[in-house]
T-cell receptor
Framework: GQSLEQPSEVTAVEGAIVQINCTYQ??????LSWYQQHDGGAPTFLSY????GLEETGRFSSFLSRSDSYGYLLLQELQMKDSASYFC???????????FGGGTRVLVKP | GAVVSQHPSRVICKSGTSVKIECRSL??????MFWYRQFPKQSLMLMAT?????????EQGVEKDKFLINHASLTLSTLTVTSAHPEDSSFYIC??????????FGPGTRLLVL
């Protein structure tokens, strides 16, 4: 089976940088995705890593190290609207189902 | 970008009744759709994979006779919660993969069983 571990909650102030770590156990996978979900809303795709290294998408970046079974999402220049839950998810193959981590609730304070 | 819709967005029903939730891909075809359930402050748990033109594939522990899935066309999958009970109250979300690794999620259906 697969399992993914994330911190349950992170609090930071506006303008700060937050790193959300995701450690996983799996026999093999296609890539690691990150999704954002605001309360009561649907998850929205943020970033994806198929290969080791850093992927930068605006204020959000994601990193993957397959040798360390570890990835992270980096949120820079935090804004109030970034208060949400963030999930890492493993995907076995393109178009295949996602296995989600437990989610990290990020609270941004003024 | 790709859009996935769900209907209804919210439903309240009495215990013992059945509820049907629709998931539509609006501007693309989806031979596969996924159904997730999310309890408050928890993660999304995959319930089943909906396959157009064939039977759905259910995750371990999900009762296929209770959660009926029909994928009748390339743009529509339905989830029917049969004989719903209060413990079935949850947020049900569908998703559809597009090109590559991205999946698009519907807005979700909040089910409350009284």
């Amino acid at each position: 089976g697969q399992s993914l571990e994330q911190p349950s909650e992170v609090t930071a102030v506006e303008g700060a940088i937050v790193q959300i770590n995701c450690t996983y156990q799996t026999s093999g996978f296609y890539g690691l995705s990150w999704y954002q979900q605001h309360d009561g809303g649907a998850p929205t795709f943020l970033s994806y890593n198929a290969l080791d290294g850093l992927e930068e998408t605006g204020r959000f970046s994601s990193f993957l190290s397959r040798s360390d079974s570890y990835g992270y999402l980096l949120l820079q220049e935090l804004q109030m609207k970034d208060s949400a839950s963030y999930f890492c998810a493993l995907i076995k193959a393109a178009g295949n189902k996602l296995t989600f981590g437990g989610g990290t609730r990020v609270l941004v304070k003024p | 970008g790709a859009v996935v819709s769900q209907h209804p967005s919210r439903v309240i029903c009495k215990s013992g009744t059945s509820v049907k939730i629709e998931c539509r891909s609006l501007d693309f075809q989806a031979t596969t759709m996924f159904w997730y359930r999310q309890f408050p402050k928890q993660s999304l748990m995959l319930m089943a994979t909906s396959n157009e033109g064939s039977k759905a594939t259910y995750e371990q522990g999900v009762e296929k006779d209770k959660f009926l899935i029909n994928h009748a066309s390339l743009t529509l999958s339905t989830l029917t919660v049969t004989s719903a009970h209060p413990e079935d109250s949850s947020f049900y979300i569908c998703s559809a993969p597009t090109e590559g690794e991205t999946q698009y999620f519907g807005p979700g259906t909040r089910l409350l069983v009284l």
